[in-house]
Nanobody
Framework: QVHLVESGGGLVQAGGSLRLSCVVS????????MGWYRQAPGKQRELVAAITSDGSTNYADSVKGRFTISRDNAKNMVYLQMNSLKPEDTAVYYC?????????????????WGQGTQVIVSS
């Protein structure tokens, strides 16, 4: 079984910063791409940023230049540094990972999600 746990959300004023963290645990063989998604009330979940196992990144246009995704492969963690936050960044942020895990059958590749962490940006 693989689990993702996010932390670091909270309430911040516009222009402020937050750093989200996500740790992947379980019988992990390898982790491919990792990413952060968000879902605002009444809206669909959207990709915020993603990072491959070799460090290549991509960002939603709305966060380019403000958010930075990074990962620590030794710790099975992914981070999202969010600067210059805006009220429209308010959402539940979800961690996502493409994981190859070990099991009694050998290895299984699947996509996993965290439970989400709330980010509220006040104006």
């Amino acid at each position: 079984q693989v689990h993702l746990v996010e932390s670091g959300g909270g309430l911040v004023q516009a222009g402020g910063s937050l750093r989200l963290s996500c740790v992947v645990s379980g019988r992990i063989f390898s982790i491919n791409a990792m990413g952060w998604y968000r879902q605002a009330p009444g809206k669909q979940r959207e990709l915020v940023a993603a990072i491959t196992s070799d460090g290549s990144t991509n960002y939603a246009d709305s966060v380019k230049g403000r958010f930075t995704i990074s990962r620590d492969n030794a710790k099975n963690m992914v981070y999202l540094q969010m600067n210059s936050l805006k009220p429209e960044d308010t959402a539940v942020y979800y961690c996502n990972a493409d994981v190859v895990s070990r099991n009694v059958y050998g290895r299984t590749r699947a996509e996993y999600w965290g439970q989400g962490t709330q980010v509220i940006v006040s104006s």
